[in-house]
């Protein structure tokens, strides 16, 4: 739908909107099943043709003209660069793309500010930069000609859907089923004691991705708080609350930082918290909730290797005391590295604090992968967490690899079929409940 076939129909769309007044005053979608029953609303309460209610929605539930782009699944970004341009967009598939689509000022000008009533934010000459965000969780920046003189801009992050899931992972070579049975296991904690998880990397080694398929591992009952400054983690968790940061009002100091939302979100009684990414104060807030029974938490944090994290957690500004870091349970290493012309992002170490001794911290690796042998060593049983899962559940070493057994035949079935991530979902629940029932489904769903 275009804006001419919307003008053909603009008296038909103006008697909608004073029908409508301000029933859908404030809503604001971009999810294309809202779309739809809203609009099978209004064709019921108004019998108006499909097409003017696709225009009134377009116009004033939606982001006008971008709207059909928000709505294409194979698109990342959405750039309005003022100046007469066209849009451009980002395409999975064929990358930067000029679309047939131009705006004029004024409409670019009404969907920024539209987006910035939503975010609760003001724009304008005096307040020419905005950060905002869609209903959907996508960020949109904005710039009114103050500051870009060709024209006001809006550059539109969609938000990622459907993160990789471990099967993913597992299939892309990012861990092997052996691990991720690993991590399964010591992130549920066998109903006693989930493991306190770090994942470190580079910028864009999928540190994020990699905790975000663990929490998936996280019983379906479970309350989890996630704290980010842009929302990335996506959990099918109905009991999930994720929070965001939000910047500084112009002209006020009213920022609201990572360190304010983890401070609330331990009064929330959370069961799991998700950090998004670690730099500075927030690392002493968690630390000091895992020191004080939180378990379960999982955090990011960009370094290249475990002596440089836990150096990292240590020094200003995050201060973390030494006698706090053994609360952590488990360090994940990823890189993101080029093999036979190949990106690969793998987990290339991952160890468990084994104790302090004097001020040092002692770590303990448990697998280690040496990309220029492509050669594993693993050790997964013979640390501290298995020791403690076993005194915690009174069941023996020797059970508990059986176990660890069990759950990567269930992973390896899942990464070979490229099951979805429901199966996941249901499998790993049910699992739970009744690990014999979750693996005849799971071939019941791989099979069928
Ligand atoms: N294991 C992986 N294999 C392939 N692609 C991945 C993997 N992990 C992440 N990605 C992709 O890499 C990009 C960056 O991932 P992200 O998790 O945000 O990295 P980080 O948190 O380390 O900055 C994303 O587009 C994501 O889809
Ligand atoms: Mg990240």
Redesign the pocket.
């Known amino acids: 739908m275009s804006e001419q076939d919307c003008s053909k129909l603009t008296e038909e769309v103006r008697k909608l909107e004073s029908e409508l007044g301000e029933k859908y005053e404030g809503v604001f979608i971009s999810d294309p099943d809202k779309i739809a029953s809203i609009a099978g609303e209004i064709k019921t309460q108004t019998g108006a043709s499909d097409e003017a209610i696709k225009c009134y929605i377009y116009k004033n539930l939606s982001i006008g003209n971008l709207t059909p782009f928000l709505l294409d699944g194979n698109l990342e970004e959405i750039m309005e660069i003022g100046g007469g341009e066209p849009v451009y967009v980002y395409d999975k598939n064929t990358g930067m793309t000029e679309s047939d689509t131009t705006l004029e000022t004024k409409e670019i000008k009404d969907i920024i500010r539209k987006i910035a009533r939503y975010s609760g934010r003001t724009v304008d000459g005096s307040n020419p930069l905005l950060d905002g965000r869609l209903p959907d969780g996508s960020r949109a920046n904005a710039t009114f000609p103050e500051v870009t003189p060709r024209g006001p801009t809006l550059t539109i992050r969609k938000f990622?859907k459907e993160?990789?899931s471990i099967s993913?992972?597992i299939r892309?070579g990012?861990m092997t089923p052996t691990l991720a049975a690993f991590l399964w296991l010591t992130v549920e904690g066998l109903g006693t004691k989930p493991a306190n998880v770090l994942v470190l990397?580079?910028?864009?080694?999928?540190?994020?991705?990699?905790i975000?398929a663990l929490s998936h591992f996280i019983p379906a009952g479970e309350r989890i708080i996630s704290i980010e400054d842009t929302l990335?983690v996506n959990l099918r968790h109905k009991h999930w609350i994720p929070m965001e940061t939000k910047p500084s009002d112009p002209g006020k100091d009213n920022e609201i930082e990572m360190d304010d939302l983890l401070k609330n979100a331990l009064r929330m009684r959370p069961d799991r918290i998700i950090v998004g990414?670690v730099r500075s104060k927030e690392a002493l807030s968690l630390f000091t909730a895992m020191n004080t029974g939180h378990d379960g938490c999982m955090a990011?944090i960009h370094a290249n290797s475990a002596k440089e994290a836990l150096t990292r957690l240590q020094t200003h500004p995050m201060n973390v005391p030494d006698v706090m870091i053994p609360a952590l349970d488990l360090i994940i290493a990823?890189n993101r590295r080029v093999e036979e012309g190949k990106?690969?992002?793998r987990i290339v170490e991952v160890a468990e604090i084994g104790g302090r001794e004097g001020g040092t911290i002692l770590t303990n690796t448990l697998f280690k992968f040496d990309p220029e042998k492509k050669k594993l060593e693993i050790n997964l049983l013979n640390g501290r967490i298995i020791q403690e899962l076993s005194t915690l559940t009174n069941l023996t070493v020797k059970e508990i690899d059986a176990e660890l057994d069990k759950r990567e035949a269930i992973l390896d079935t899942m990464a070979k079929n490229r099951a979805d991530r429901d199966t996941l979902h249901e499998v790993v629940n049910l699992y739970y409940k009744n690990p014999d029932e979750a693996i005849e489904l799971l071939y019941e769903r791989v099979k069928g």
Do not use: M, Y
């Not at 990397?201 to 994020?208: P, Q």
């Open positions: 990622e993160s990789l993913d992972l892309f990012t990397g580079g910028t864009a080694c999928g540190k994020t991705t990699t975000n990335e990414e990011t990823q990106i690969v992002r």
